[in-house]
């Protein structure tokens, strides 16, 4: 999601995207940008609650949801602050969407959100990698003893 700042009260949400994501962390289907200029604000959002992507118990429980701060977070070795994806990715900060909003540069922002989500697809793919090895490591075979019946 992208926003023209902080302050839910005086701010506006400029686009809400969203990739689905095939079982190798490949795009898979089309890259949706729900915007703000074409749709409007409340249709936007209108779209996102029809989606439930906001009801926990619908969504995030029954459909697979991959949360990319975690993963920043332990890049940045448990520490919050500086956690961002530009930080760890061939991504700029997204600290000019307002301004382009403001002066129309809605191409700039497709291309932008679009950018964002390539660098997050590729982070997620080589995190697969790093993390699916620590897995393969780490995981524990269960004897025959513990095994159900």
Known sequence: ???????????????????????????????QVMAEWEWGEKQVLAMVLEKGILEPKYY?????YIDLA?????LNRGALAGSSLHN?????????????HRQGK???IIDY???ERDAAVDLLRE???????????????????????
């Open 127 to 149: 995190s697969r990698e790093i993390l699916g090895a620590l897995g393969d490591g780490r995981r524990r075979v269960p004897k025959e003893s513990e095994a159900k019946p």
């Open 106 to 108: 809605y191409a700039e």
């Open 70 to 74: 975690p993963i920043l977070v332990f």
């Open 88 to 100: 760890f990715a061939d991504k700029e900060s997204g600290a000019r969407i307002p301004k382009m």
């Open 1 to 31: 999601m992208e926003t023209t700042g902080d302050d839910p009260g005086q701010d506006r949400i400029v686009t809400v995207q969203y990739q689905a994501l095939a079982d190798d962390l490949t795009p898979a289907g089309a890259f």
């Open 113 to 115: 959100v679009t950018r």
């Open 60 to 64: 995030w429980f029954t459909k697979p």
